[in-house]
């Protein structure tokens, strides 16, 4: 159910006086299992497509299905469920709960999808290995590195084995060594879990892990090809 | 770790440990005063009501139907002791006695005043009064004997009598004959209630009987239930065996003494008064602290929306933190409370002022806090509630907000 | 002196601004402290109105401010404590202005009776023209008459009293006493006036008959149970007081109200204790509260207070500012209150009625109606205590704010 199709997505902002185009008749589709780069300057669109797709903000005109659900038509609450079952999100700035530990992060999602305490636990140790940070279960976001609270979003984003991973800038904060680490991991899940991955980014670095570079710019797709 | 909700609540209302605190200190004092004046309140209610009814007017008693608004001498029920008697019997209860009323002036070879003379049946009255127990002088009296009487202390100094002098008193009887008598003072009885202090007298019920031409009439029967929390059960087997009319009514003490629900009530509802005003303001207190952690939180919140929590679940969550800052407040409000209140129950507590208006309302000089669990949680529960309806305002906020918009916010 | 203005003008401005930063904070604290100064001041009215009624009552029934008696009267109010009507040095000091009336009374123990019923008295010889003043009975007669002259010859009775002995006005009624040999003295009197008391309790107990005519009954020419003077205000009677005792042959006893009668003194010492205890713990409640908003506004602009210290602006201006910004919160939470309690007092003042539970204030000696009484004094101490307790509160978050280490505040989040 994770392939995704957008028509003729319309979005506009007002800013003061001005109204910036944000999304101007995108047409895209995106199959299970694919890793796609959206690319492009600051203002381009990249940040409102992703948060189209995951039902964050909703287009002034245009579809988007997933599978078969028109996302653009949901109500909060079931966008909200779609969210927590179907689609991880990664942010920019990791936003993750201040007062939890690594582990009580990946926990707390877990626990709002109704799974049991021990499977939960076990699964939070798990993915939390899995992304390299065996052995700092216990530490609060403050604790850690700025890779390592990434991975730790990360973590939360894929405990659950979503559909789709949706990721904003998401080595915007980091330095080159975590960036490369974190992409790495990216490529992992994608190939051994059949994750979809949709990353908005402007680091040349991210774009060379993609299977398919879309460029965007005043809220148009100039390109789309695959690498 | 098994609830991950709970975790994250409890951790929260640590963020700003000294706000959280701040709130929680509005609510132990609150609480801790609560506890302690709803103690008091019911400790001096329950003893107000039980050294009032207990000195004279027992819990229930026949009567005429007309005798409570008119107490007159020919509102009178016959055979009365037969009466008292079968009632004994029927209710298996013995603290039920007959008693008549008359007025008459009373002589001493000094002195002459009005007052108020009871006839009691001597074997039965010290069950439903604590009076014939007051006799602080001489003794209470010899239910065989006949011609003694017994007064009260401040009647006695006014007459100047004691025990071994003798009165003679003038009234008019049943049949608006004369009544006269000489009788001889064998005790006398002080109760701390004025009014019966200043102006009554006892005399053995048959004696009362003869000398003011009852032909076995009497006023009331004065039944003293063994738990006041029994007199409604023992209303109504009383009205099953003796049914009103419009010779006969069984009298509540309600009714007997309508002042003093009044009074408590009159109390009540200005010690809620103050009461909710606390209240108010602890609420006040958790509106703000919550609103300010809703507010600041909602980069986090809008995270938490992204990752596809439902606002409800959020709105649940700052209700949550409410409920654990409540049952910190709570806990720590009625230990306390517990404490101060414990410690005054058995020292007592007094303050200026209050042996003088201990006397108006029968209470001892010094009052002592009944401490039950309704007095504990009572008051800190009604602000547990208020603090929690605050919190609504706070978590209704959740629902508008807007997850990308929230998590742009600083 | 300028540099002083500029300052603080400039500081005024910066507190009025930071108190509106973050509103809703703001209004939430000025709604807890307009509902707690509005329920110090409205509570407070209605206690005072209650404790006024209370004395008012108290005193009416004593009655009087001052009472001049045989030392043994007030313990054994017999016919033969009586004393002789005032004379030669302390007639002239009743006499002088300043106190407001003064008459002579008789009290004694008796018994009416009607042809079907008999009850127990207080029987008072009273000055007819005087009592308005003393007792303000005359006011409370609702059928017939009160007593026109001291040789009257009739007895106004209490509704209750008339409704126990089954008579009515215009009927005949028996008065029997002892006279000071202990001989009985009784004499028909026709029941000319019927009053109702505030007080139900009244009504059954005091009989008015005039004073000549009792005296003559009783056998006392030119003798009376008491002296009662009534000052301007009970409140304020010691000077009155001490004037008159200093005239008081020793063999009589003279006291003020506060002594005759313990009950109504303790209602009036404490009224004021009352209040103070209230206010103070109203405040307390609200303080909690206080704290909280100036630690929370210190909290958020830790930042803005570490750059402005290292700008060089003093601790002690920042002080001035935080101190000030609590001050602006607690007067407009004071102005709110006040104006609530003053709209919600006034239109009470014509009377609540409480008669729901009459006989429950009658045992604690007040009316069925109850005038709130708003004085200027308790809204001075109500507003006083908030002020100044509130800048007390205060001062420890202002004092942290302005000892912040400039360095850290500016690194902080």
Same mark, same amino acid.
């Given at each position: 159910?994770?392939?995704?199709?957008?028509?003729?997505? $319309?979005?506009?902002?007002? =800013?003061?006086?001005?109204?910036?185009?944000?999304?101007?008749?995108?047409?895209?589709?995106?199959?299970?299992?694919?890793?796609? $780069?959206?690319?492009?300057?600051?203002?381009?669109?990249?940040?409102?497509?992703?948060?189209?797709?995951?039902?964050?903000?909703?287009?002034?005109?245009?579809?988007?299905?997933?599978?078969?659900?028109?996302?653009?038509?949901?109500?909060?609450?079931?966008?909200?469920?779609?969210?927590?079952?179907?689609?991880?999100?990664?942010?920019?700035?990791?936003?993750?709960?201040?007062?939890?530990?690594? %582990?009580?992060?990946?926990?707390?999602?877990?626990?709002?999808?109704?799974?049991?305490?021990?499977?939960?636990?076990?699964?939070?140790?798990?993915?939390?290995?899995?992304?390299?940070?065996?052995?700092?279960?216990?530490?609060?976001?403050?604790?850690?590195?700025?890779?390592?609270? =990434?991975?730790?979003?990360?973590?939360?984003?894929?405990?659950?084995?979503?559909?789709?991973?949706?990721?904003?800038?998401?080595?915007?904060? +980091?330095?080159?060594?975590?960036?490369?680490?974190?992409?790495?991991?990216?490529?992992?899940?994608?190939?051994?879990?059949?994750?979809?991955?949709?990353?908005?980014?402007?680091?040349?670095?991210?774009?060379?892990?993609?299977?398919?570079?879309?460029?965007?710019?005043?809220?148009?797709?100039?390109?789309?090809?695959?690498? | 770790?098994?609830?991950?909700?709970?975790?994250?609540?409890?951790?929260?209302?640590?963020?700003?440990?000294?706000?959280?605190?701040?709130?929680?200190?509005?609510?132990?004092?609150?609480?801790?005063?609560?506890?302690?004046?709803?103690?008091?309140?019911?400790?001096?209610?329950?003893?107000?009501?039980?050294?009032?009814?207990?000195?004279?007017?027992?819990?229930?008693?026949?009567?005429?139907? *007309?005798?409570?608004?008119?107490?007159?001498?020919?509102?009178?029920?016959?055979?009365?002791?037969?009466?008292? %008697?079968?009632?004994?019997?029927?209710?298996?209860?013995?603290?039920?006695?007959?008693?008549?009323?008359?007025?008459?002036?009373?002589?001493?070879?000094?002195?002459?005043?009005?007052?108020?003379?009871?006839?009691?049946?001597?074997?039965?009255?010290?069950?439903?009064?604590?009076?014939?127990?007051?006799?602080?002088?001489?003794?209470?009296?010899?239910?065989?004997?006949?011609?003694?009487?017994?007064?009260?202390?401040?009647?006695?100094?006014?007459?100047?009598?004691?025990?071994?002098?003798?009165?003679?008193?003038?009234?008019?009887?049943?049949?608006?004959?004369?009544?006269?008598?000489?009788?001889?003072?064998?005790?006398?009885?002080?109760?701390?209630?004025?009014?019966?202090? *200043?102006?009554?007298?006892?005399?053995?019920?048959?004696?009362?009987?003869?000398?003011?031409?009852?032909?076995?009439?009497?006023?009331?029967?004065?039944?003293?239930?063994?738990?006041?929390?029994?007199?409604?059960?023992?209303?109504?087997?009383?009205?099953?065996?003796?049914?009103?009319?419009?010779?006969?009514?069984?009298?509540?003490?309600?009714?007997?003494?309508?002042?003093?629900? %009044?009074?408590?009530?009159?109390?009540?509802?200005?010690?809620?008064?103050?009461?909710?005003?606390?209240?108010?303001?602890?609420?006040?207190?958790?509106?703000?602290? %919550?609103?300010?952690?809703?507010?600041? *939180?909602?980069?986090?919140?809008?995270?938490?929306?992204?990752?596809?929590?439902?606002?409800?679940?959020?709105?649940?969550?700052?209700?949550?933190?409410?409920?654990?800052?409540?049952?910190?407040?709570?806990?720590?409000?009625?230990? +306390?409370?517990?404490?101060?209140?414990?410690?005054?129950?058995?020292?007592?507590?007094?303050?200026?002022?209050?042996?003088?208006?201990?006397?108006?309302?029968?209470?001892?000089?010094?009052?002592?806090?009944?401490?039950?669990?309704?007095?504990?949680?009572?008051?800190?529960?009604?602000?547990?509630?208020?603090?929690?309806?605050?919190?609504?305002?706070?978590?209704?906020?959740?629902?508008?907000?807007?997850?990308?918009?929230?998590?742009?916010?600083? | 002196?300028?540099?002083?203005?500029?300052?603080?003008?400039?500081?005024?401005?910066?507190?009025?601004?930071?108190?509106?930063?973050?509103?809703?904070?703001?209004?939430?604290?000025?709604?807890?402290?307009?509902?707690?100064?509005?329920?110090?001041?409205?509570?407070?009215?209605?206690?005072?109105?209650?404790?006024?009624?209370?004395?008012?009552?108290?005193?009416?029934?004593?009655?009087?401010?001052?009472? #001049?008696?045989?030392?043994?009267?007030?313990?054994?109010?017999?016919?033969?404590?009586?004393?002789?009507?005032?004379?030669?040095?302390?007639?002239?000091?009743?006499?002088?202005?300043?106190?407001?009336?003064?008459?002579?009374?008789?009290?004694?123990?008796?018994?009416?009776?009607?042809?079907?019923?008999?009850?127990?008295?207080?029987?008072?010889?009273?000055?007819?023209?005087?009592?308005?003043?003393?007792?303000?009975?005359?006011?409370?007669?609702?059928?017939?008459?009160?007593?026109?002259?001291?040789?009257?010859?009739?007895?106004?009775?209490?509704?209750?009293?008339?409704?126990?002995?089954?008579?009515?006005?215009?009927?005949?009624?028996?008065?029997?006493?002892?006279?000071?040999?202990?001989?009985?003295?009784?004499?028909?009197?026709?029941?000319?006036?019927?009053? *109702?008391?505030?007080?139900?309790?009244?009504?059954?107990?005091?009989?008015?008959?005039?004073?000549?005519?009792?005296?003559?009954?009783?056998?006392?020419?030119?003798?009376?149970?008491?002296?009662?003077?009534?000052?301007?205000?009970?409140?304020?009677?010691?000077? +009155?007081?001490?004037?008159?005792?200093?005239?008081?042959?020793?063999?009589?006893?003279?006291?003020?109200?506060?002594?005759?009668?313990?009950?109504?003194?303790?209602?009036?010492?404490?009224?004021?204790?009352?209040?103070?205890?209230?206010?103070?713990?109203?405040?307390?409640?609200?303080?909690?509260?206080?704290?909280?908003?100036?630690?929370?506004?210190?909290?958020?602009?830790?930042?803005?207070?570490?750059?402005?210290?290292?700008?060089?602006?003093?601790?002690?201006?920042?002080?001035?500012?935080?101190?000030?910004?609590?001050?602006?919160?607690?007067?407009?939470?004071?102005?709110?209150?006040?104006? +609530?309690?003053?709209?919600?007092?006034?239109?009470?003042?014509?009377?609540?009625? #409480?008669?729901?539970?009459?006989?429950?204030?009658?045992?604690?000696?007040?009316?069925?109606?109850?005038?709130?009484?708003?004085?200027?004094?308790?809204?001075?101490?109500?507003?006083?205590?908030?002020?100044?307790?509130?800048?007390?509160?205060?001062?420890?978050?202002?004092?942290?704010?302005?000892?912040?280490?400039?360095?850290?505040?500016?690194?902080?989040?």
């Amino acid at each position: 159910m994770s392939a995704i199709h957008c028509h003729q997505l $319309c979005k506009t902002f007002r =800013q003061g006086d001005e109204i910036i185009t944000g999304l101007d008749h995108v047409d895209i589709s995106i199959e299970e299992g694919e890793f796609v $780069c959206l690319s492009g300057p600051s203002g381009s669109g990249k940040t409102t497509l992703l948060n189209a797709i995951g039902g964050l903000d909703t287009p002034d005109s245009g579809e988007i299905r997933m599978g078969d659900i028109r996302i653009d038509q949901l109500e909060r609450g079931p966008l909200a469920d779609m969210r927590l079952h179907h689609i991880g999100f990664v942010f920019q700035a990791y936003n993750l709960i201040p007062v939890l530990t690594a %582990q009580e992060n990946v926990e707390f999602v877990m626990q709002v999808q109704g799974i049991p305490a021990a499977e939960r636990s076990r699964k939070a140790r798990d993915i939390l290995r899995e992304v390299g940070l065996e052995g700092m279960e216990d530490r609060r976001p403050a604790q850690l590195s700025g890779g390592q609270q =990434q991975r730790v979003a990360v973590a939360r984003a894929i405990v659950s084995h979503p559909d789709l991973v949706l990721a904003d800038e998401p080595t915007a904060n +980091l330095d080159s060594v975590a960036s490369t680490h974190l992409m790495g991991l990216f490529s992992e899940l994608n190939e051994n879990h059949k994750i979809t991955f949709v990353i908005a980014t402007h680091d040349k670095r991210v774009m060379s892990y993609a299977r398919r570079l879309i460029k965007m710019q005043d809220g148009k797709i100039i390109s789309d090809e695959a690498q | 770790m098994a609830d991950v909700s709970l975790v994250l609540a409890w951790r929260n209302l640590w963020r700003h440990g000294r706000r959280t605190w701040l709130t929680i200190g509005a609510m132990i004092f609150s609480n801790t005063l609560l506890v302690f004046s709803i103690s008091l309140q019911f400790g001096s209610y329950d003893m107000m009501i039980d050294n009032t009814l207990q000195a004279y007017s027992g819990h229930i008693q026949l009567q005429h139907a *007309r005798y409570l608004d008119e107490p007159k001498m020919r509102y009178a029920l016959p055979d009365i002791d037969a009466s008292a %008697q079968t009632l004994r019997k029927e209710l298996g209860l013995s603290s039920i006695s007959a008693r008549a009323v008359g007025f008459a002036l009373a002589s001493s070879h000094e002195r002459s005043y009005g007052l108020q003379i009871l006839g009691v049946d001597a074997e039965h009255e010290p069950l439903v009064s604590t009076l014939p127990g007051l006799v602080k002088q001489g003794r209470y009296l010899d239910p065989a004997a006949v011609e003694e009487i017994v007064i009260g202390s401040v009647l006695a100094r006014n007459l100047k009598v004691g025990p071994g002098d003798e009165l003679t008193f003038l009234g008019s009887g049943f049949d608006d004959s004369f009544a006269a008598g000489v009788v001889t003072v064998v005790g006398v009885f002080e109760s701390g209630v004025a009014d019966l202090d *200043r102006s009554m007298a006892q005399v053995n019920l048959g004696y009362f009987q003869e000398i003011f031409a009852m032909q076995g009439h009497g006023h009331s029967i004065v039944i003293r239930a063994a738990h006041i929390d029994d007199v409604d059960q023992l209303m109504a087997d009383i009205s099953t065996l003796k049914p009103a009319s419009d010779k006969l009514a069984i009298r509540h003490w309600d009714e007997l003494q309508p002042g003093l629900r %009044q009074a408590i009530q009159a109390d009540m509802t200005s010690a809620w008064f103050m009461y909710l005003v606390l209240i108010v303001l602890v609420a006040f207190s958790v509106l703000n602290t %919550q609103l300010m952690s809703v507010l600041e *939180r909602t980069r986090e919140f809008g995270t938490m929306m992204a990752l596809g929590l439902q606002p409800s679940r959020l709105a649940r969550l700052v209700m949550l933190e409410t409920a654990l800052m409540t049952s910190v407040g709570l806990a720590l409000g009625i230990t +306390l409370g517990c404490l101060i209140t414990w410690y005054l129950s058995h020292v007592g507590f007094s303050y200026p002022g209050m042996e003088e208006m201990a006397v108006k309302f029968n209470l001892p000089d010094r009052m002592y806090p009944a401490i039950s669990p309704v007095s504990l949680t009572l008051g800190p529960g009604i602000v547990a509630i208020g603090s929690l309806l605050a919190s609504i305002y706070p978590a209704t906020r959740l629902y508008l907000l807007l997850p990308i918009e929230a998590m742009r916010a600083a | 002196m300028q540099g002083f203005r500029l300052h603080f003008v400039m500081l005024l401005r910066l507190s009025w601004r930071n108190l509106w930063r973050n509103h809703r904070r703001t209004y939430i604290m000025l709604g807890a402290i307009s509902v707690g100064v509005w329920a110090m001041i409205f509570m407070t009215a209605l206690m005072r109105g209650m404790v006024d009624d209370m004395l008012n009552q108290g005193i009416h029934n004593l009655p009087g401010h001052i009472q #001049i008696q045989h030392p043994a009267f007030l313990d054994d109010p017999s016919v033969v404590n009586s004393i002789a009507e005032p004379e030669g040095e302390l007639l002239a000091a009743l006499n002088q202005p300043g106190v407001k009336r003064w008459a002579t009374r008789i009290k004694v123990p008796a018994v009416i009776a009607s042809e079907r019923e008999s009850r127990g008295i207080n029987l008072l010889g009273v000055e007819a023209e005087a009592e308005a003043d003393i007792t303000g009975l005359p006011a409370q007669v609702s059928e017939g008459r009160f007593l026109e002259s001291n040789q009257d010859q009739g007895v106004v009775i209490g509704a209750k009293l008339a409704q126990r002995l089954e008579t009515r006005l215009g009927k005949r009624v028996v008065v029997m006493s002892q006279d000071p040999d202990n001989n009985i003295s009784e004499r028909g009197f026709r029941v000319v006036g019927i009053y *109702r008391a505030e007080m139900p309790g009244l009504e059954e107990y005091n009989v008015y008959a005039a004073r000549d005519t009792l005296q003559k009954l009783l056998r006392i020419e030119g003798r009376v149970s008491q002296i009662v003077i009534v000052d301007q205000d009970y409140r304020d009677i010691e000077s +009155l007081y001490r004037r008159i005792e200093k005239v008081t042959p020793s063999t009589l006893e003279i006291k003020p109200w506060y002594e005759i009668d313990n009950y109504l003194a303790a209602m009036f010492n404490m009224m004021d204790g009352f209040v103070l205890v209230w206010v103070i713990i109203i405040f307390l409640a609200l303080s909690f509260g206080l704290v909280n908003t100036l630690v929370m506004a210190v909290f958020e602009r830790v930042r803005e207070i570490g750059l402005i210290q290292a700008l060089g602006m003093r601790p002690r201006l920042i002080v001035y500012q935080i101190l000030l910004e609590s001050l602006l919160l607690l007067l407009i939470g004071l102005a709110i209150g006040n104006g +609530l309690a003053i709209i919600t007092v006034k239109p009470l003042e014509s009377g609540l009625d #409480i008669s729901m539970v009459a006989e429950g204030m009658a045992m604690m000696g007040a009316s069925s109606m109850l005038y709130p009484n708003l004085t200027l004094h308790d809204m001075l101490l109500a507003n006083s205590v908030v002020i100044i307790l509130g800048i007390l509160t205060s001062i420890l978050p202002a004092w942290r704010a302005a000892h912040l280490d400039p360095v850290r505040a500016l690194n902080s989040t």
